[in-house]
């Protein structure tokens, strides 16, 4: 019994070993990118604590050290990036001051996931996503939206929702032009985008 008690805790303590963890060059975005769509379709605020990352999926929670001070805070994954260089994560402004990284505007920093069964996506293999642009209860509106989506060079597909609301989305968006697609439609007058990472 005792036994079994001491290696219970010996497991736990070695939890946290299997953890995703990285090293690598940290940096923050700001004041240009307020108030606009992050990939996982939220509006980005500076004074929220969350970051980007290239693989890491959405909604995990990193734990994000700053190497040169110590620093440490913990930030949201919502958006995708950073695609500059070989840097590591994007933080928001308030993630960045959190860890003393404002004035150098980049840090040597170790991230790690609080949750050990989080993994990284693995983006060599097919990740396809749907894009929902609109939901109708008015099935003449839905079919007039889908006209001007398809005179507009789209090919939207449509379904009904268990409330009977009818929704019109675009569907295996490959990863690599997902983005396009959303500036594309906005560029077009639609908003309110809903996206969805496929199975």
């Not at 150098?104 to 990284?120: C, E, F």
């Not at 983005?179 to 996206?195: A, D």
């Amino acid at each position: 019994m005792i036994r079994s008690i001491w290696l219970l805790l010996l497991l736990f303590s070695l939890l946290p070993l299997f953890s995703y963890e990285e090293e690598g060059i940290a940096s923050w975005y700001g004041p240009n990118f307020q108030g606009k769509k992050t990939a996982n379709g939220e509006i980005f605020d500076t004074e929220e604590l969350t970051a980007a990352h290239k693989t890491l999926p959405f909604d995990t929670m990193v734990e994000v050290t700053n190497l040169s001070n110590g620093k440490s805070v913990i930030l949201r994954i919502n958006d995708r990036g950073p695609y500059v260089g070989d840097r590591l994560i994007d933080l928001s402004r308030k993630g960045a001051e959190a860890i003393g990284m404002l004035d150098s505007g980049t840090a040597p920093v170790q991230i790690s996931t609080l949750d050990p069964s989080v993994k990284a996506i693995d983006f060599s293999k097919p990740v396809t996503f749907t894009i929902q642009i609109a939901s109708f209860t008015d099935l003449i509106n839905a079919l007039n939206t889908k006209k001007e989506l398809v005179k507009a060079g789209f090919n939207p597909r449509a379904s009904l929702s268990n409330e009977g609301a009818t929704r019109l989305f675009l569907s295996q968006i490959p990863a690599s032009e997902c983005y396009n697609m959303v500036k594309e439609l906005e560029s077009h007058g639609w908003k309110g985008l809903v996206i969805r990472q496929e199975k």
